[in-house]
């Protein structure tokens, strides 16, 4: 296994032969709270184009008296793209990005953190090189979960989802008509873990 991988930054994993990797999300203290997976996705499954399916910020989007940073949400999107790109987000699927929500120069392998409040549902996350239009199809691979963020969450927190999922690759690009081919879901309560699947996810770029 990993060491704590830093704050801020993704991780390539690599070996001779085939392996199975999980992310794993905790305290470093008790380990009684925070705690969420996903399983990792391989490099050829990756795509430059994700659709987040249910991606509330809160427990029932309702956020209560706030995070711990100022905002709302406690749970949120991360985004690594496989090189350095522009990442684009369209919160309502309308085919134009919210640049406010959008992330420019973002280095490769690196985290970003995505979030709209109590609630990302729906929202269609691109990355394309540097400086190209957001409808390029000068694209970057990237990968995506959702979960919660410790940063943003206090101990005994009911607005405060403990779980968390990576997210679904998508046919299309540009933000444009997803089709969605794969979910994912990993469920944390507490110390148990699961996590299913179903339909092989296609290379789409």
């Not at 959702?146 to 927190?157: A, F």
């Amino acid at each position: 296994f990993t060491n704590v991988v830093p704050s801020g930054t993704g991780a390539l994993l690599t070996a001779p032969s085939n392996f199975i990797a999980l992310s794993l999300t905790d305290t470093l203290c008790t380990g009684q709270i925070y705690d969420w997976g996903f399983p990792v996705l391989p490099t050829e499954k990756l795509t430059s184009q994700v659709l987040v399916g249910w991606g509330y910020g809160c427990t029932e989007k309702n956020c209560g008296s706030g995070n711990n940073v100022g905002g709302v949400a406690r749970s949120v999107v991360w985004v690594s793209p496989f090189e350095e790109a522009d990442i684009y987000v369209d919160v309502d699927n309308d085919g134009t990005p919210e640049m406010n929500k959008s992330i420019f120069g973002a280095s490769r392998l690196s985290s970003n953190i995505i979030e709209n409040g109590e609630d990302l549902s729906g929202a269609v996350i691109w990355a394309v090189k540097p400086g190209q239009p957001f409808d390029s199809s000068d694209t970057v691979l990237i990968s995506a979960a959702w979960g919660q963020n410790s940063i943003y969450s206090k101990s005994n927190d009911y607005s405060a989802l403990d779980l968390g999922k990576y997210i679904a690759c998508t046919h299309g690009s540009g933000g444009y008509h997803p089709t969605l081919m794969m979910q994912s879901i990993s469920f944390c309560f507490r110390h148990t873990c699961s996590s299913f699947c179903w339909r092989p996810c296609r290379r789409s770029i």
